[in-house]
């Protein structure tokens, strides 16, 4: 598998993930890294909150700094948190102050965690009255000093108060004042899934050795194979071309050597099981294709994701790495409810702008899950 990995690596390094400035030129808040406009992003997820990031510029990523607003609907105020990046692992300072345009704010309040810092309402006020200005952004700790840029924060504000209805209204962040007075959006509810019970990864359950020769048999006559455009339910990462042996990719793979790569069936519960293969490869991620078999009726397996990449205890993990500098992240989850596997989260880190795995997670989809019962024994 090592070897194939850096076969496969080697001839897809081209692999078609976004730029940072395609991301720059264009987007939509409730879809992947958000609505992005130079050095600032906004993300909602599918209750209407909505994050604004701002991060350093590219130019500075040796001293990583960022701020984000968290901003529910119809609360006036968002909260505001700053993460900055010291040269050594030391955190926790407890002196560190905020800048705006060269007057100091005041000291940030330190969260428990010791790596985020508050921004009281005062400082924030300031912020936003002073959004559609130039504004010099500045995090000071110990005589050191770390920027975040302005660049974009009028526009990424702007789309937020658009989203949630705030343009025009006195609660708008910066478009107080426009004639195109909207009503201000409810938050939208928290879908709510109900886990049902699941064989536990400690328990290894074993599936019955006569139903794994039978989906063995014909599983690739139930996923129809030949259907060279395999695709996703919903995620659309990329085509399984990896479970067909007459396409391109595949071929590829025999041809270096590699050894065939095989199904794998996992016992969910005692009437369904999962089967899994895997659909892609590139230089950084590879994605699985998971099938929901119901006992009562296995040639109608139901396709949750080409992207996985972990199947324990009730969920299945798709994580991938994006674009950009500091190893950005995605990832999407599926809770068994006892019928199927339901989308539960969807999330990325971002543009990280130097912060390894990314500064804050910025979903687009959340859920609660509910009654997480002990897994069948």
């Not at 974009?152 to 478009?175: C, F, W, Y």
């Not at 109900?194 to 139930?222: G, V």
């Not at 972990?310 to 993990?317: L, N, P, T």
Request: proline letters at 4%; hydrophobic letters at 35%; a negative charge.
């Amino acid at each position: 598998m090592k070897k194939l990995t850096m076969l496969l690596s080697a001839m897809m390094g081209t692999l078609s993930l976004m730029s940072i400035s395609a991301y720059a030129a264009y987007g939509t808040p409730f879809e992947g890294w958000g609505f992005v406009q130079d050095d600032w992003q906004v993300v909602c997820d599918n209750t209407s909150t909505c994050r604004a990031a701002g991060y350093a510029e590219e130019s500075q990523l040796d001293m990583p700094a960022s701020i984000l607003l968290t901003a529910l609907p119809k609360v006036a105020l968002p909260m505001a948190q700053v993460q900055f990046l010291s040269e050594s692992s030391e955190q926790g300072f407890t002196d560190v102050e905020l800048w705006l345009n060269g007057k100091n704010f005041g000291n940030l309040t330190s969260d428990d965690d010791g790596y985020t810092y508050d921004l009281t309402h005062q400082q924030l006020t300031y912020l936003l009255n002073h959004a559609r200005l130039n504004t010099k952004i500045e995090i000071k700790e110990g005589g050191k000093s770390w920027f975040i840029s302005d660049k974009g924060m009028s526009a990424v504000l702007l789309k937020l108060d658009e989203v949630q209805g705030r343009v025009g209204t006195p609660i708008a962040l910066v478009s107080k004042n426009s004639p195109n007075r909207q009503t201000p959006k409810s938050a939208k509810p928290v879908p709510v899934i109900k886990k049902a019970d699941s064989y536990s990864e400690d328990n290894h359950k074993q599936l019955d050795p006569a139903k794994s020769i039978y989906f063995r048999k014909n599983i690739e006559k139930w996923v129809n194979i030949d259907d060279e455009q395999l695709i996703g339910s919903e995620d659309d990462m990329g085509d399984c071309e990896l479970i067909n042996p007459k396409t391109e990719a595949n071929q590829r793979m025999q041809e270096y050597g590699a050894d065939r790569l095989d199904w794998t069936f996992t016992p969910v519960d005692a009437k369904h099981t999962l089967a899994s293969h895997v659909c892609w490869q590139g230089a950084y991620n590879e994605g699985s294709g998971y099938w929901l078999i119901n006992h009562e009726k296995p040639s109608q397996p139901q396709l949750i994701t080409t992207s996985g990449n972990e199947y324990s205890d009730g969920e299945i993990w798709a994580t991938h790495k994006d674009r950009g500098i500091g190893d950005c992240w995605n990832r999407r989850i599926w809770t068994w409810n006892g019928q199927t596997f339901a989308k539960s989260e969807e999330a990325s880190t971002g543009m990280c702008r130097g912060f390894a795995g990314g500064a804050w997670a910025l979903p687009t989809y959340v859920s609660e899950i509910t009654n997480k019962a002990n897994s069948t024994q």
